[in-house]
């Protein structure tokens, strides 16, 4: 069973931001997430690793409020449905509810 399975996620994403450089990349571990971040980031570009494209250029999109949020809450609300069907779980990180989540705010969950 996957991580993500036991856990109720269906989508994991892990962003590497450079703070000194303003660049961030994407690592996209799955079909679900790669498929979300062509979505959310049309302007990503994906750069091989040994096995298939993981990793997603980001460019200068580095804040998660600002930038990596509303893109991924976009792409949901315009239709993008890949992922199984489940409620996203709090864990130890971040967890963003997007069914709170409105064209002009977006709430934070923490525990």
Known sequence: MDDR???GVSITFLAVVNIVKLRSTLLCCGPNERTLAEAAFPNGIFH???????????GSLVSRKKDF????????????????????????????????YQDSSLTLNRE
Do not use: C, R, Y
């Open 48 to 58: 091989a690793t040994q096995f298939e494209p993981t990793l997603m250029d980001l």
């Open 5 to 7: 399975d036991s856990k």
């Open 69 to 100: 949020i509303p893109a991924v809450s976009n792409a949901i609300k315009k239709g993008w449905s890949n992922a199984p069907a489940g409620q996203i779980h709090k864990s130890n990180s971040d967890v963003f509810d997007f069914s709170q």
